[in-house]
């Protein structure tokens, strides 16, 4: 069974960080495509950064482009979001997802979802 589980989540001040995980089972992430997006309330959800299959090659939104950071455990089965500088505005819901070849940045174009994981950035 295909399955995505995020962690990490939390409770951070403004300009904090927190290390987002995405753990896979029943599939090995070496060979998908993972995107991670975000859902706040009321909003649309949007990607924020996506790790190739290919040559781990990453994208990133301009609006965490040099704050977030996505990479990938192969040991783990696992692909992170590292988030510095954090503002309250990137509150929201968290959630991994995967696909096949390459990265795009439509949440359509992914075929499997984690639940997420809530992240609050409050003072």
């Known amino acids: 069974q295909v399955q995505l589980v995020e962690s990490g989540g939390g409770l951070v001040q403004p300009g904090g960080s927190l290390k987002l995980s995405c753990a896979a089972s029943?599939?090995?992430?070496?060979?998908?495509?993972i995107g991670w997006f975000r859902q706040a309330p009321g909003k649309e959800r949007e990607g924020l950064a996506c790790i190739s299959r290919v040559d781990d090659k990453v994208y990133y939104q301009s609006s965490v482009q040099g704050r977030f950071t996505i990479s990938r455990d192969t040991a783990k089965n696992t692909v992170y979001l590292q988030m510095s500088s954090l503002k309250p505005e990137d509150t929201a819901t968290y959630h991994c997802?995967?696909?096949?070849?390459?990265?795009?940045?439509?949440?359509?174009?992914?075929?499997?979802w984690g639940r997420g994981t809530q992240v609050t950035v409050s003072s």
């Open positions: 029943g599939f090995n992430l070496d060979y998908t495509v």
């Open positions: 997802a995967s696909r096949g070849n390459f990265c795009e940045a439509r949440p359509t174009d992914y075929q499997s």
